[in-house]
């Protein structure tokens, strides 16, 4: 098993920027990403790394705004969001999967609970 606790959501002014967190507990895996979904909406990838770091994908939406970090000593995944836009809302969630980098959700193993993002224009 694995759990995945997400925390840093809030209410932010465009432009301006968020820090989100993943914290991952419990065995090893090797692909972790950040998913979004706003109401209405299917829920969509936003980025993701390999745990060794040597893969780093990004939306198009996100590319050039948002970073993915790892810090190893907390096993936390970083989401740094900046310039964030209204269409940016969201319920962000981590999902972690022990197989190889893909940007399908369902193929991920493990979600946390999700932390909501909402961004005012």
């Known amino acids: 098993q694995v759990q995945l606790v997400e925390s840093g959501g809030g209410l932010v002014q465009a432009g301006g920027s968020l820090r989100l967190s993943c914290a991952a507990s419990g065995r090893t895996f090797n692909t972790i990403a950040w998913f979004r979904q706003a109401p209405g909406k299917e829920r969509e990838f936003v980025a993701g790394d390999t745990w060794s770091g040597r893969l780093t994908d990004y939306a198009d939406s996100v590319k050039g705004r948002f970073i993915i970090s790892r810090d190893n000593a907390k096993n936390t995944m970083i989401l740094q969001m900046n310039s964030v836009k209204p269409e940016d809302t969201a319920l962000y969630s981590c999902?972690?999967?022990?197989?190889?980098?893909?940007?399908?959700?369902?193929?991920?193993?493990?979600w946390g609970q999700g932390t909501q993002v909402t961004v005012s224009s």
């Open positions: 999902a972690s999967r022990t197989g190889s980098f893909t940007r399908t959700s369902s193929l991920y193993e493990y």
